[in-house]
């Protein structure tokens, strides 16, 4: 076959294959965040303590949509900005969800797209398993109805900052992780943030892109 003929062909295969990937991943919508709630911040603050015990009830749906809110939520939709503050607003963080346990969600890892306010589903199946292992067996981990997983993409922020970027990430998985903690204590929830992990084993449980590290993993359920 000549040349000119196999690269507009080649192309065209690789553009239907990602067409058809894209195609067949499942979005669900989330429920519009709630901009009040029960609890004040400062008794939020000071509730708030790491819960590594949970008990078998599952979540519901909107109790997620509103941690995901806390975690990543679009507050301004004009210029993008969310419930945490990002160094030159590069937003480097990417948030998934590994769900055991949740009404009205098929166990499974999934993952915030915060423009949207959805999930996207990307593999089916319960993943706390793996991840447990992943994070030197900590109980939390297998134990939560889900994990929040917060992995950063460093290159976004290190493209405008060089290596202060990666200083930068980390400081925003800190600030998004806290937003986490508060929003469950005031859903009546508990959480722990897990810092001790395997990077490698926890990448490749999510098959995470070759570019994105992970941060944190938010054990969350009913204390
Ligand atoms: C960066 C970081 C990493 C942590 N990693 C873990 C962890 O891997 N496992 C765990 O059970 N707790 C972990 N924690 C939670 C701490 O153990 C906990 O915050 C500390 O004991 C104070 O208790 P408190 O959160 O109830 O105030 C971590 C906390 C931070 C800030």
Redesign the pocket.
Known sequence: MPFWLILPLSLALILTSGQSATATLKEISLLEPRLSGPMSLEEAMAM?????SFREAPLELAELSQLLWAAQGITEDRRGFRTTPSAGATYPLEVYIAAGSVNDLPPGLYKYEAQEHKLTELAKGDLRGALYDA??R?R?VKNAPIVIIIAAAYGRTMARYGERGIRYAHMEA?HS?QNI?LQAISLGLGS??????NDESVKMVLSLPQNESPL??VPIGRP
């Open positions: 708030r303590r790491s819960v590594r994070a030197l900590q939390c800190g992780a903690c722990v943030v897990v810092g001790a992990f944190y993993l």
